[in-house]
């Protein structure tokens, strides 16, 4: 393979590569077959939903069609279109964990073949292969194929749609068909994937930029204007019918996220402001490029950069394509509206890998065989972190119980004259699988006040003198994800109940849950 690296300059523009060389086709076919592989064995391996999965499911699966949206509650959103396939997928096939997260493992799977499609037509079949060596293992991508979340959606629509607008930019005679694509791709993107608005925006303007620099054929700058128009009014039909939620949960949204120092500074009024700029540019290739550690952040942000600079000589168009949603990106944090968020971050995959991997092909045809074996050794060190991290996930032992597990040993083992109390940061998960088990149980949420503001119904004060009292807290689970502040947050919760009820009782059974934890208390001594 690094024999061949240099037979196709990453430089060529906007045509179709030749046939990939023998190594190639074997590479590209071994590590497509094993990053599906490894994101069908996380798949199988995750057990109950985690608490934001919990939530988001309650809007799908608790709701008729009519209902679905109207409003989003339990502090979770999703596109439209997401939320009603899953709707429908689980009203066929039954609400199952792994019903609910099929779309995204098939996202997940899709976005390897999608990358290694846009990779080739922007640079070339080495940079191709550099790609996909550094998405398989990506411990991020491999999570949330896992999970019933929107994050591999985005991931796989911006991937299509800068595909389908660099084939757009393409001089080939398909040119017409391939805007006709992009266009209708571009009107359904956003009920699908919300943050596509930012690569639809880079798409027209990569239109825009191309044909005022094409005088042989201007018809893209033409275009730009009404097709950003027509993209932009699908993405506000979206929004404002759909994308709205509680006033309540909006505000602690906010505040929750700008704890999360989620939200960009501006204007930048002291030193740490102006630090944020920088510490967050390298944060992203430390999630999405080299997530390893050893400051390979920020050699992949140097990669970064020298790609960015060829792209903005050889391709000024695909240049704007890739920079224009990291402006869009920074200016929509600035004001509140979006979040510089891991997860959510998703769709930026096609913009922050495609630089860096040119880079590198352009680097492995520099002096021959010592470029090449740097360029690859450079490719080994930014996968070499999360292969040897999955590596000790697949010998990691799976918990034997989870919260479904535990609500079903409830759910048999519950009295008349229990009482029970669930922890706040459980409620969702604890809700969605005592319906789903048909438990018939005081719940935190009613069932007539399913959709509405969540009323307080049980203090711990009022538990005292109890026989048999059953708690439910959230505890840490090694497969959910979760921030330092989440960390701390679930670990003060479980402190604060036990310590609480260990002073006017005892514990008289204990069981886990993965993500909770289930306490039956005997609290007469209160008396």
């Known amino acids: 393979v690094l024999q061949t690296l240099a037979t196709k300059s990453p430089s060529a523009r906007m045509t179709t590569p030749p046939r990939p060389a023998a190594p190639f086709v074997i590479g590209f076919g071994s590590l497509v077959g094993i990053g599906t592989l490894l994101r069908l064995w996380a798949f199988l391996a995750r057990g109950a939903l985690w608490n934001d999965e919990a939530g988001l499911a309650l809007n799908v699966v608790g709701r008729g069609f009519a209902q679905v949206a109207r409003p989003f509650v339990y502090q979770q959103y999703a596109p439209y279109l997401y939320v009603m396939a899953s709707k429908l997928a689980a009203d066929v096939l039954g609400p199952s964990e792994r019903v609910l997260r099929a779309w995204s493992l098939l996202c997940g799977c899709l976005v390897l073949p999608g990358m290694l499609l846009l990779v080739r037509h922007v640079s070339g079949w080495p940079a191709a292969l550099f790609a996909l060596a550094l998405l398989v293992p990506n411990p991020m991508l491999v999570r949330y194929a896992t999970e ?73 700058l033409w275009l730009a204007i009404p097709l950003g128009a027509l993209w932009l009014a699908s993405f506000a039909v979206h929004y404002l019918t759909f994308m709205q939620m509680p006033p309540a949960d909006a505000v602690y949204m906010q505040e929750y996220w700008a704890r999360q120092n989620a939200f960009a500074p501006f204007p930048p009024r002291s030193a740490a ?7 967050k540019f390298f944060f992203l290739f430390d999630v999405f490029v080299a997530p390893g550690g050893f400051g390979l952040r920020y050699l992949a942000g140097a990669l970064w950069l020298y790609g960015m600079y060829l792209l903005y000589r050889q391709q000024r168009a695909v240049f704007t394509l890739f920079s224009t949603p990291l402006v869009l990106l920074l200016l929509a944090a600035a004001g509140h509206k979006y979040l510089i968020a891991d997860r959510l971050l998703m769709f930026l995959v096609p913009m922050l890998v495609t630089p860096v991997v040119l880079a590198l092909a352009e680097l492995a045809q520099v002096r021959g065989m010592p470029s090449q074996l740097a360029a690859a050794g450079i490719a080994v060190l930014f996968c070499a972190g999360p292969s040897l991290k999955l590596a000790r996930e697949l010998d990691k032992p799976r918990p034997k119980t989870n919260i479904a597990a535990l609500v079903t040993h409830l759910r048999d083992h519950y009295q008349p004259g229990d009482r029970l109390y669930v922890e706040k940061q459980a409620e969702f998960i604890f809700s969605f699988y005592a319906r789903r088990s048909h438990f018939d149980a005081p719940f935190p949420v009613p069932d007539d006040h399913l959709y509405e503001a969540r009323p307080t119904y049980t203090t711990l004060d009022s538990l005292r003198g109890a026989a048999r009292v059953w708690v439910v807290v959230p505890a840490l689970a090694g497969d959910q994800p979760r921030s330092d502040e989440a960390t701390r947050q679930v670990t003060r919760a479980e402190t604060l109940v036990t310590e609480h009820l260990n002073h006017f009782g005892k514990v008289v059974d204990v069981m886990d849950g993965g993500g909770s934890r289930l306490y039956l208390y005997d609290l007469q001594r209160a008396q």
């Open 148 to 220: 019933f979340k929107p994050y591999q959606s985005d991931a796989l629509i911006a991937v299509l749609l800068c595909f389908l607008c660099v084939r757009a930019l393409s001089h080939e005679a398909r040119e017409r068909r391939d805007l006709l694509w992009l266009a209708g791709a571009g009107v359904i993107a956003p009920w699908l994937s919300l943050p596509s608005v930012f690569v639809l925006a880079a798409c027209a303007a990569a239109l825009l930029v191309d044909g005022m620099s094409r005088a042989d054929s201007p018809r893209t």
């Open 273 to 279: 402001d102006f630090h944020y700029y920088p510490a």
